[in-house]
Nanobody
Framework: QIQLVESGGGLVQPGGSLRLSCTAS???????????IVWFRQVPGKEREGIIC????????YYADSVKGRFIASRDNAENTVYLQMNSLKPDDTAVYSC???????????????????WGKGTLVTVSA
C-alpha cells in the first residue's frame, strides 16, 4: 500500500508559475523507481484529464497537448517525490491536481486514462487575476 500526498497548490496569476509535489510513502517500504506516476487534473463537472505520465525507465513519456511546452514533470526517487513544474499558467489550468501511482516501468495508455492503483487526494490550483 502506498500513500500519495500532493502539495504546492494555490492561487497564481495568469502567466505565473507554480510547482506541485507528490510525495509517496509506505509502511512496508518501496522503491519509487518501480512505479509510474501520472498527474491528473479535474475541473468540477468535467472529465478528469491525465496530463503527464512519468516513469524512471524512460523519463516523462507522455504530455497532454494542453500542457505540452508549459508543464514539466521531474522525479526525485531518493526523496520519493515527483514534481510538476507549471509555467505560463492560464485560467483554463484551474483545477484540482492529483497524482497517482502504479507499479510499472513504463507508461501505458490505460494509465493515462485513469487505470492506476494508488491515488492522492489532490491539491487545488487556481489561476486568476
Amino acid at each position: 500500500q502506498i500513500q500519495l500526498v500532493e502539495s504546492g497548490g494555490g492561487l497564481v496569476q495568469p502567466g505565473g508559475s507554480l510547482r506541485l509535489s507528490c510525495t509517496a510513502s509506505s509502511a512496508s517500504g518501496f522503491d519509487l523507481d518501480d512505479y509510474v506516476i501520472v498527474w491528473f487534473r479535474q475541473v468540477p463537472g468535467k472529465e478528469r484529464e491525465g496530463i503527464i505520465c512519468t516513469s524512471s525507465t524512460d523519463g516523462s513519456s507522455y504530455y497532454a497537448d494542453s500542457v505540452k511546452g508549459r508543464f514539466i514533470a521531474s522525479r526525485d526517487n531518493a526523496e520519493n517525490t515527483v514534481y510538476l513544474q507549471m509555467n505560463s499558467l492560464k485560467p483554463d489550468d484551474t483545477a484540482v491536481y492529483s497524482c497517482a501511482a502504479s507499479r510499472s516501468w513504463y507508461c501505458q495508455v490505460s494509465m493515462i486514462k485513469g487505470d492506476m492503483d494508488y491515488w492522492g487526494k489532490g491539491t487545488l490550483v487556481t489561476v486568476s487575476a
